[in-house]
């Protein structure tokens, strides 16, 4: 069963198949590349909008988080980038615990957030330049080409944001966060604003890149189908509520193992075994479980 509680988030899983059908994970799940220990927000005392939330990214492992809105997803992606503390627990990234921001992690956000007076070429060099303050002009200049071209840009590179599309704009986006080749990228609803074509098209974009690069990944996202066809894990968070009992954070409430094959496309998730039953285990989270009623 792909189906896993949630304290198995944070231990190995030994007996878990992993996206590829073979029956063992890798060892390395024990000490796993990123490491989330029992942690906790809260922006009122007394009340954490979630507690004890553990749980491990192996290296070259793409997980996505699936919760309603406002059970904490980008508060936990802004703890992982270093961009906010959490209340109590630990982040542990090969070995070493996060303290602040970083080259070591590539954001996408919801909205692009690219320095409008800047164009494609420029927005991506600051990055890369600020990655490798020693390189010359003329390697800055092949490498961000590179990464313009890896996401079909190549035409546009010397244009500013306004004279892009929504589209477009994110595939910057995706390309910046690539192009400083950071240990581990951090993406917060990063097709949420995309009208489908253009979201499917820059989910297979996504996806070939980081099989290239076998990049490891953590992705905020609220559409089932994204999170079937990308991630290798999927974790279900549930919002905080008020219960008979009194109030209860959110958390993860069950991490789920994706069964289907790794080659998996767009095109052909709906006729894999198995889609159907895994889809409908995640959208009755969310209607029955996910939220208080
Ligand atoms: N800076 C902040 N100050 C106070 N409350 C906040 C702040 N940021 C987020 N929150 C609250 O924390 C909860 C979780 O927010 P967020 O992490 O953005 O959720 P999600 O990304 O799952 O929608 C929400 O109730 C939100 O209103
Ligand atoms: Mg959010």
Redesign the pocket.
Known sequence: MWSDVTQRAAAATPDAPDASGSPQRKASSVNGFLQIERLSKA?VPGKP?FADVSFVLDKGEFVCII?H???????ILNVLAGLDTATSGNVIMDGREISGPSLDRGVVFQSHALMPWLTVRQNIAFAVKSRWPDWKSTQVTAHVEKFVALVGLSPAIDKKPSQLSGGMKQRVGIARAFSIQPKMLLLDEPFGALDALTRGTIQDELMAIVRQTQQTVFM?THDVDEAILLADRILLMSNGNETPDGYRPGGIAEVVVNPLPRDRTRASLHHLDGYYALRNHIVDFLVTRAKAH
Not at 69 to 75: D, E, H, I, Q
């Open positions: 922006y909008v919760g809105s406002g059970c904490g997803k980008t508060t905020i």
